[in-house]
T-cell receptor, first 114, second 115 residues
Framework: DTEVTQTPKHLVMGMTNKKSLKCEQH?????MYWYKQKAKKPPELMFV???????INESVPSRFSPECPNSSLLNLHLHALQPEDSALYLC?????????????FGPGTRLLVL | AQSVTQLDSQVPVFEEAPVELRCNYS??????LFWYVQYPNQGLQLLLK??????LVKGINGFEAEFNKSQTSFHLRKPSVHISDTAEYFC?????????????FGKGTKLSVIP
């Protein structure tokens, strides 16, 4: 099973709202990722968690706040977003260990900021 | 730093015809290579990967790719496409060293299958 689940599928929020995106995997993967994808572009890496510790933050604005409560869950907390933050947000995970690097992606959350 | 070039942004092809989507990469160290497919309004699905071993890699949905180290290429092929193959295809690389997490994507190739 190589399934990564994401909720919600769609989200509409105002610029003053606070919302959260959720990602879950039960494959025993110890690295989890958040990506942002704009239309007709490849995904852009936002954050990487390795063994529940934040290991990469690609200079993402503080209105995006990641959280990894345990090895299966990854959240992305959203606050005071801008319309340009509207995009598809993808979660991914990859196995632990040195040899395997394959990232498995979830279906994404399509976010619209009004 | 590594980079990925997908030479064609759009590839139209008739149904049941063969197709090749081209991918070249640049890296001073060894890499792992991947092809992902993204159907409209969906996430990325892994098509196939090259980590080591045989340079001809077979994936899902009848796709295959060949790793060519001398030409730094990893082209994706399918002998006969279906309408359902219409999608965006991304080539990606990652450094093979321990602790490497950053997947570098190409800009994508939109495959349009014409009935």
């Amino acid at each position: 099973d190589t399934e990564v689940t994401q909720t919600p599928k769609h989200l509409v929020m105002g610029m003053t709202n606070k919302k959260s995106l959720k990602c879950e995997q039960h494959m025993g993967h110890r690295a989890m990722y958040w990506y942002k994808q704009k239309a007709k572009k490849p995904p852009e890496l936002m954050f990487v968690y390795s063994y529940e510790k934040l290991s990469i933050n690609e200079s993402v604005p503080s209105r995006f706040s990641p959280e990894c409560p345990n090895s299966s869950l990854l959240n992305l907390h959203l606050h005071a977003l801008q319309p340009e933050d509207s995009a598809l947000y993808l979660c991914a995970s990859s196995p632990p260990g040195g040899g395997e690097r394959t990232q498995y992606f979830g279906p994404g959350t399509r976010l619209l900021v009004l | 730093a590594q980079s990925v070039t997908q030479l064609d942004s759009q590839v139209p092809v008739f149904e049941e015809a063969p197709v090749e989507l081209r991918c070249n990469y640049s890296s001073s160290v060894s890499v792992y290579l991947f092809w992902y497919v993204q159907y409209p309004n969906q996430g990325l699905q892994l098509l196939l990967k090259y980590l080591s071993g045989s340079t001809l890699v077979k994936g899902i949905n009848g796709f295959e790719a060949e790793f060519n180290k001398s030409q730094t290429s990893f082209h994706l092929r399918k002998p006969s496409v279906h309408i359902s193959d219409t999608a965006e295809y991304f080539c990606a690389v990652i450094l093979s060293g321990a602790g490497s997490y950053q997947l570098t994507f190409g800009k994508g190739t939109k495959l349009s299958v014409i009935p």
